[in-house]
């Protein structure tokens, strides 16, 4: 009989012990996270769509999209959330994993709200960046500068859409 009750004490104790996983999203929706080095945008949040531009194409993800993992280019991510407000961020880089469980992460190299990026001040990184690049001495030197061309060109894009 004791050896019964141990018996039973310890299945007990060990599912009570057991880790699970936090609680996963209902049938059809997607959480979603958002992190780059200077912010948390979102953290498993429901969200229901996301449009992320990616070195092999722009592309759109909803619940249930087939697993994904790319690398970021330098654009902005717009995120549908449930309530219908649109968001969108501009990131650098950085890459985007789609689940099989339609749980989707983006990490940001560095990441910014479209709202908080200047025009003028992306129109004067560029002609920076297009000077450092004509100047450039060395391969190394040209590869950073067409690396931070290509991203403000595409910032003076974003905010003047």
Do not use: C, W
């Amino acid at each position: 009989m004791a050896l019964a009750v141990r018996s039973v004490l310890r299945t007990v104790s060990r599912r009570l012990q057991a880790r699970t996983y936090a609680d996963a999203p209902k049938e059809g929706e997607m959480a979603f996270t958002f992190a780059a080095g200077n912010k948390v945008f979102y953290d498993k949040q429901v969200v229901k769509q996301i449009d992320v531009p990616s070195f092999s194409g722009s592309f759109g993800i909803l619940p249930k999209h087939v697993p994904t993992l790319a690398v970021l280019r330098p654009g902005v991510v717009t995120v549908l959330e449930n309530d219908g407000k649109q968001n969108k961020i501009f990131v650098s880089s950085g890459t985007i994993t789609v689940n099989d469980d339609s749980s989707v992460q983006v990490l940001a190299e560095e990441a910014h709200p479209l709202e908080n990026l200047d025009r003028a001040a992306a129109q004067e990184a560029l002609s920076k960046a297009q000077s450092e690049l004509n100047s450039a001495a060395n391969e190394q030197a040209k590869a950073e500068a067409a690396i931070a061309v290509e991203v403000a060109e595409e910032i003076v894009k974003a905010v003047s859409a």
